[in-house]
């Protein structure tokens, strides 16, 4: 009888390690849907359309990308957590749809730890806090003195509640006393115009969409935030070496799954998703140029990163005074 028993608890295991083996060997078997809850032409879609790309060509099946917006990306987000748990409806998104709108939204349709199952982090997204030229401040220091000394006078551009620059300048305000006032915008682009033409003082951006700004004498770098220096703006010191890390909002792009989708599954995805992500002729156009780091690791270092970020955020917001809604 004992026999019987490990006979059959050993049939049991090797038929659910051959159905695993069964799922990764005949992934994808039609066409990949890439979810990304942002409109097109943005960054998340400027890496998410070759990322695709690259995928078909290597999955033999096409990878589309449907630009699903609406609702701080929560119309996108969910229909990916109510898709079907086979690895063919896939959600990439930024920090904020899973790390800030839990903090944002009273009712959120969706569980980011118990709806998804993070796939990979792409890459870390490092934006540059930069004013307009006529700012009679050259470093944070100069900033914060000024804000405090002129407490009407300076205003910065955001793109929403929890938006990296309404989290930064909300957290120093409350931290140092020192005033700025919240200019909102629809994206990154709009918030960057308005301080070139003077219309508000100041914002973030990526080296992407500021640097020729900056080195053309049109814009003023006065931190970054990330670990380190990026190498094409020596000058520019980070937030942490500042003594403001507790004001950097980490922001990053990632891969997400539905809750459920098999491990085999998910593993495989994340695998030829490094694989693309590490070619280097891609990681030179899509990566590098644009001044992101790219990371493309494990699901467990994803989730390990978002449990991290969670708290990170939920301190921020709260020290920013946001409410949810």
Same mark, same amino acid.
């Given at each position: 009888?004992?026999?019987?028993?490990?006979?059959?608890?050993?049939t049991h295991v090797l038929f659910g390690v051959a159905l695993a083996d069964a799922h990764a060997a005949t992934f994808p078997d039609h066409t990949v849907r890439l979810i990304i809850p942002y409109s097109a032409g943005g960054g998340l879609d400027t890496l998410g359309?070759?990322?695709?790309?690259?995928?078909?060509?290597?999955?033999?099946?096409?990878?589309?990308?449907?630009?699903?917006?609406?609702? /701080?990306?929560?119309?996108?987000?969910?229909?990916?957590? $109510?898709?079907?748990?086979?690895?063919?409806?896939?959600?990439?998104?930024?920090?904020?749809?899973?790390?800030?709108?839990?903090?944002?939204?009273?009712?959120?349709? =969706?569980?980011?730890?118990?709806?998804?199952?993070?796939?990979?982090?792409?890459?870390?997204?490092?934006?540059?806090?930069?004013?307009?030229?006529?700012?009679?401040?050259?470093?944070?220091?100069?900033?914060?003195?000024?804000?405090?000394?002129?407490?009407?006078?300076?205003?910065?551009?955001?793109?929403?509640?929890? /938006?990296?620059?309404?989290?930064?300048?909300?957290?120093?305000?409350?931290?140092?006393?020192?005033?700025?006032?919240?200019?909102?915008?629809?994206?990154?682009?709009?918030?960057?115009?308005?301080?070139?033409?003077?219309?508000?003082?100041?914002?973030?951006?990526?080296?992407?969409?500021?640097?020729?700004?900056?080195?053309?004498?049109?814009?003023?770098?006065?931190?970054?935030? $990330?670990?380190? $220096?990026?190498?094409?703006?020596?000058?520019?010191?980070?937030?942490?070496?500042?003594?403001?890390?507790y004001a950097d909002p980490k922001t990053w792009f990632g891969l997400f799954a539905p809750a459920g989708t098999p491990s085999d599954i998910v593993s495989k995805i994340q695998s030829d998703v490094a694989a693309v992500m590490n070619d280097p002729e891609f990681k030179?156009? =899509?990566?590098?140029?644009?001044?992101?780091?790219?990371?493309?690791?494990? /699901?467990?270092?994803?989730?390990?990163?978002?449990?991290?970020?969670?708290? *990170?955020?939920?301190?921020?917001?709260?020290?920013?005074?946001?409410?949810? *809604?």
């Amino acid at each position: 009888m004992l026999r019987l028993t490990q006979l059959l608890i050993l049939t049991h295991v090797l038929f659910g390690v051959a159905l695993a083996d069964a799922h990764a060997a005949t992934f994808p078997d039609h066409t990949v849907r890439l979810i990304i809850p942002y409109s097109a032409g943005g960054g998340l879609d400027t890496l998410g359309r070759p990322l695709a790309d690259r995928l078909s060509k290597l999955w033999h099946q096409p990878v589309i990308v449907e630009n699903k917006t609406g609702a /701080s990306t929560i119309i996108g987000t969910e229909s990916v957590a $109510r898709s079907p748990k086979d690895g063919h409806t896939l959600l990439l998104t930024s920090d904020l749809t899973i790390t800030s709108n839990p903090f944002l939204f009273k009712n959120l349709p =969706y569980d980011p730890l118990k709806d998804l199952v993070p796939v990979t982090e792409l890459v870390s997204h490092h934006q540059m806090i930069v004013v307009n030229p006529s700012v009679q401040a050259n470093s944070m220091a100069e900033l914060i003195a000024y804000a405090k000394a002129h407490p009407t006078a300076l205003t910065y551009g955001s793109y929403g509640r929890a /938006s990296p620059p309404n989290l930064l300048f909300e957290t120093m305000k409350a931290k140092t006393g020192a005033t700025f006032l919240d200019v909102q915008y629809r994206g990154v682009a709009p918030a960057i115009l308005a301080v070139l033409q003077g219309s508000v003082q100041i914002t973030m951006g990526g080296a992407a969409t500021t640097g020729q700004y900056i080195k053309a004498g049109k814009m003023k770098a006065l931190a970054i935030g $990330r670990p380190d $220096r990026l190498k094409d703006f020596p000058d520019v010191p980070t937030l942490s070496e500042l003594g403001l890390g507790y004001a950097d909002p980490k922001t990053w792009f990632g891969l997400f799954a539905p809750a459920g989708t098999p491990s085999d599954i998910v593993s495989k995805i994340q695998s030829d998703v490094a694989a693309v992500m590490n070619d280097p002729e891609f990681k030179e156009r =899509y990566i590098d140029s644009v001044g992101y780091t790219g990371v493309a690791g494990s /699901s467990a270092d994803f989730g390990a990163l978002i449990r991290r970020d969670l708290e *990170e955020k939920k301190e921020m917001i709260e020290a920013a005074g946001i409410k949810p *809604e």
